[in-house]
């Protein structure tokens, strides 16, 4: 079942092709970022961190690029594949205590064949 | 090693009552963090727990509450139910400290009638 916004700018890329998916944050303060990839009907799933002391970070097929001038994480995904496509969310907290993330609106991610 | 459980996956309750969210963390996660999905709200932090105590909140009414056991496992509890709280509820799990991954699980799915 859908859980996520029906209106959500969509991302359409082909396969084997590499995508960028993009997030403006909100708090200057926020040290830790973290990606999260949702499939229809799952809850969102880990797939990288940042904090605020890095600019790039890399996993695999992905790296987040953190630019804390403008405030903007980016989420590039090479060679992508079907399997890909899901809603993409970024997540911030600033809150050193504790688990308190402010999470993006998400962006869709289309595959095509 | 198991991921985050939360049971039911899908209630129906009718306006006016109350309902009762279950989630089992990660084995060694002491923190719990709650979240209410929506389509038009996205993912916001309801409010978390840590060592059976309450470390942060959102911004949601007294009729949702939470709690924590010794083992923490935790729930969540909404009161006097509105149709606006239709929603996916998501837990997440995490060894604790901020700036840690948070896991989710799958959600609840509660509709209200």
């Known amino acids: 079942g859908e859980s996520v916004g029906l209106h959500l700018p969509t991302l359409s890329v082909q396969e084997g092709d590499n995508s960028i998916i993009n997030c403006a944050y909100s708090?200057?303060?926020?040290?830790?970022f973290i990606w999260y990839k949702q499939e229809s009907g799952k809850g969102p799933q880990f797939i990288i961190d940042?904090?605020?002391?890095?600019d790039k970070r890399q996993g695999q097929r992905v790296t987040v690029l953190l630019n804390k001038t403008v405030k903007h994480l980016s989420l590039q995904i090479a060679a992508t594949q079907p399997g890909d496509s899901a809603v993409y969310f970024c997540?911030?907290?600033?809150?050193?205590?504790?688990?308190?993330?402010?999470f993006g609106p998400g962006t869709r991610l289309s595959v095509l064949p | 090693k198991a991921g985050v459980t939360q049971t039911p996956r899908y209630l129906i309750k009718t306006r006016g009552q109350q309902v009762t969210l279950s989630c089992s963390p990660i084995?060694?996660?002491?923190?719990v963090s709650w979240y209410q999905q929506t389509p038009g709200q996205g993912l916001q932090f309801l409010f978390e727990?840590?060592?059976?105590?309450?470390?942060n909140k959102g911004n949601f009414p007294g009729r949702f509450s939470g709690r924590q056991f010794s083992n923490s496992r935790s729930e969540m509890n909404v009161s006097t139910l509105e149709l606006g709280d239709s929603a996916l509820y998501l837990c997440?799990?995490?060894?604790?400290?901020?700036?840690?991954?948070?896991?989710f699980g799958q959600g609840t799915r509660l509709t209200v009638v």
């Open positions: 727990y840590f060592s059976e105590t309450q470390r």
């Open positions: 708090n200057s303060a926020s040290d830790y």
């Open positions: 997440a799990s995490s060894v604790g400290g901020g700036g840690a991954e948070a896991f």
């Open positions: 940042i904090r605020s002391n890095m």
């Open positions: 084995s060694g996660h002491r923190s």
């Open positions: 997540a911030e907290t600033f809150d050193n205590y504790g688990q308190n993330f402010v």
